[in-house]
């Protein structure tokens, strides 16, 4: 038996390398860059240390783990998050590029994202989540 057959016998039944510990991996990297930049501060230096310690340790563990459906609920939410993320980042690059034509509020009582043209004066806003109004200058 070769050594690819014994490590694929090795790992059956247990989670493997996933989009979480790849996440956890670049952090690991992140944290080793930033404790170099601030290695002329010790505290800080080996906190970064201890932080990428930490999430190397946690990624093996996530990699070698068994209990595969704990290790898939984490995924999911790793997933969820990151889209979250995404969205969020989509969301502002829309806004800059419309930033021009358009004016962003939020409404003050459920906080809702609202968009009116630019160049239109005092403006009574009505909230399309909940119904508040509330004025403002465009």
């Not at 501060?41 to 201890?50: D, E, G, N």
Request: aromatic fraction near 16%; proline fraction near 2%; charge should be positive.
């Amino acid at each position: 038996m070769n050594f690819r057959q014994r490590l694929a016998q090795f790992m059956y039944g247990r989670n493997g390398y996933d989009a979480f510990s790849q996440f956890l991996l670049l952090c690991c990297v992140a944290l080793l860059v930033l404790g170099m930049l601030f290695s002329r501060v010790p505290v800080l230096a080996m906190l970064f240390q201890l932080a990428e310690w930490a999430a190397l340790i946690y990624c093996v563990f996530r990699t070698f783990s068994r209990n595969v459906v704990r290790r898939q609920q984490e995924n999911a939410w790793y997933y969820q998050k990151r889209q979250r993320f995404l969205n969020w980042c989509r969301s502002l690059k829309d806004r800059w590029q419309q930033r021009k034509d358009y004016k962003f509020f939020r409404c003050p009582s459920c906080h809702a994202l609202l968009r009116v043209p630019r160049g239109k004066g005092k403006l009574l806003l009505t909230c399309r989540k909940c119904g508040n109004r509330f004025e403002r200058k465009s």
